[in-house]
């Protein structure tokens, strides 16, 4: 048996009809337990109380990315191997993807504010997350105004390769025109720079917890958009009658 | 294919093909900028490199919608689809026809705008050569995008959604040789990764814009 049975639209909804309620589940609690376990974390020594909004800030910076990632991914196996529950998936996911991004530059905007002094700066990594944003924008708007649904899968699959060369040409780009501010890997394991275990763990329930939140709600919107599908086919097929 | 340019080149300079639009916009664009901040010489001069290069890359804006949403209209890009010679080749052609009507006039025109900025003299070759080398990666990449809102109604404001993300490596290299030579100093690293990009624009985009035009063919 090869993964590519779930390619089926019928045998995708079967499974994961099944397997939704436990995502779900394990979503909920993991995100809870991992943002109630940040929240009563002790105050850093330096940025104090601040410190806990990293708990909502890396996490979704780290499914912003991955969004984009898994979009890319998607729209590869609808060109290659046209997959209708593929595009529809990297369909499902934009929108999703496109909250994560406004999540982490608003919690940032949140943190920067009194750690840094300012709302914004224009620093590499906080500009090319706009610009990420800027994209995920751009892909939903493109999915939105085309009418037939496979020349929007298909166009939108090119935006998205093609998007991603400059995304990512964009992330280097920008490192050339300003420094920094923001800070390296997060999750850093050099020696002196590791962050300390009371913080890694429940960051690390946290991450766990918002995969598995971009997970369910990428079935339930996966699920929503096969059912639209069916429901376009059932009338055209009544008008038709 | 030359035939092909040389219809593309014809239709854009003659009545209605909206030629020099692009320069009196880009004229207009330097008049107001001084009214926005002030006419001191002290604060235009630092932002002049800026100004130039988002005014080039807005006038080239303008003009996409018209690589392929006139030949779409009357018919001629399905011929052209179905003509002896690729459709990369197609798309490759006309946005070669785009940049000679757009990029290349306001890149010999640009050091009579920087004048209006108080550019300083120095970097007025930079900016030449910087807009000679950029702007055809501005116009390929504006020829994806068309190509990309060919069949919709309303492709404009997208097609500006769409494309202008995929310009912003294309400016800060840009903008960054420009500043250089504005302060006198090395541009040749930046020089070197605009080329690059322009290279790798020309090398990936005729087959992304081809794809898309086939798939609003169908």
């Given at each position: 048996m090869s993964i590519w049975e779930y390619a089926n639209p019928v045998r995708f909804m079967r499974s994961t009809a099944k397997l939704l309620p436990w995502v779900v589940a394990a979503a909920a609690i993991c995100v809870t337990a991992g943002l109630v376990w940040g929240v009563l974390t002790p105050p850093d020594y330096r940025q104090g109380s601040t410190v806990k909004i990293m708990f909502l800030h890396v996490p979704a910076a780290l499914m912003a990315i991955n969004g984009w990632l898994m979009m890319l991914v998607a729209s590869l196996i609808w060109l290659i191997r046209r997959h209708h529950v593929s595009a529809l998936a990297a369909k499902a996911a934009a929108p999703i993807g496109a909250v994560m991004t406004v999540i982490a530059l608003v919690t940032g905007a949140i943190w920067g504010q009194p750690m840094w002094g300012t709302w914004w700066e224009w620093d590499p990594r906080l500009t090319s997350f706009l610009i990420l944003f800027l994209f995920y924008l751009g892909y939903i708007a493109l999915w939105s105004a085309i009418e037939d649904p496979d020349s929007a899968a298909d166009l939108t699959g090119v935006l998205c390769l093609v998007g991603s060369v400059f995304a990512l040409l964009s992330r280097y780009a920008v490192n050339f025109w300003n420094q920094g501010l923001h800070q390296g890997a997060s999750l850093s394991v050099a020696p002196g720079e590791r962050m300390s275990e009371v913080y890694r763990y429940p960051l690390y329930l946290c991450m766990l917890g918002f995969f598995l939140l971009f997970l369910a709600l990428l079935l339930i919107r996966t699920r929503t958009e096969i059912r639209l599908r069916r429901t376009a086919a059932l009338r055209a097929r009544e008008a038709r009658r | 294919m030359r035939a092909l340019l040389i219809r593309d080149?014809?239709?854009?300079?003659?009545?209605?093909?909206?030629?020099?639009?692009?320069?009196?916009?880009?004229?207009?664009?330097?008049?107001?900028?001084?009214?926005?901040?002030?006419?001191?010489?002290?604060?235009?001069?630092?932002?002049?490199?800026?100004?130039?290069?988002?005014?080039?890359?807005?006038?080239?804006?303008?003009?996409?919608?018209?690589?392929?949403?006139?030949?779409?209209?009357?018919?001629?890009?399905?011929?052209?689809?179905?003509?002896?010679?690729?459709?990369?080749?197609?798309?490759?052609?006309?946005?070669?026809?785009?940049?000679?009507?757009?990029?290349?006039?306001?890149?010999?025109?640009?050091?009579?705008?920087?004048?209006?900025?108080?550019?300083?003299?120095?970097?007025?070759?930079?900016?030449?050569?910087?807009?000679?080398?950029?702007?055809?990666?501005?116009?390929?990449?504006?020829?994806?995008?068309?190509?990309?809102?060919?069949?919709?109604?309303?492709?404009?404001?997208?097609?500006?959604?769409?494309?202008?993300?995929?310009?912003?490596?294309?400016?800060?290299?840009?903008?960054?040789?420009?500043?250089?030579?504005?302060?006198?100093?090395?541009?040749?690293?930046?020089?070197?990764?605009?080329?690059?990009?322009?290279?790798?624009?020309?090398?990936?985009?005729?087959?992304?814009?081809?794809?898309?035009?086939?798939?609003?063919?169908?």
């Open positions: - | 080149l014809r239709l854009a300079t003659r009545a209605g093909g909206g030629f020099g639009l692009g320069l009196a916009f880009f004229l207009i664009l330097c008049t107001l900028v001084p009214f926005g901040v002030g006419p001191d010489a002290a604060m235009l001069s630092p932002i002049a490199p800026g100004i130039l290069w988002v005014g080039a890359l807005l006038s080239c804006l303008l003009s996409l919608d018209r690589i392929f949403a006139l030949d779409h209209e009357d018919g001629s890009l399905d011929l052209l689809a179905t003509a002896p010679i690729p459709l990369e080749a197609v798309v490759a052609v006309k946005a070669a026809a785009h940049w000679l009507t757009t990029g290349l006039p306001l890149t010999l025109a640009a050091p009579i705008f920087a004048l209006l900025l108080h550019l300083p003299g120095a970097a007025t070759g930079d900016l030449v050569l910087s807009l000679l080398i950029g702007t055809p990666a501005l116009s390929l990449l504006g020829a994806f995008g068309a190509a990309l809102t060919v069949g919709l109604r309303r492709g404009g404001l997208l097609l500006s959604l769409l494309v202008l993300p995929l310009y912003v490596p294309t400016l800060i290299f840009g903008a960054e040789i420009v500043r250089r030579g504005a302060i006198g100093a090395d541009a040749a690293s930046p020089l070197a990764l605009l080329a690059g990009i322009t290279l790798l624009s020309a090398a990936l985009i005729p087959f992304a814009a081809a794809a898309a035009l086939r798939i609003n063919l169908r």
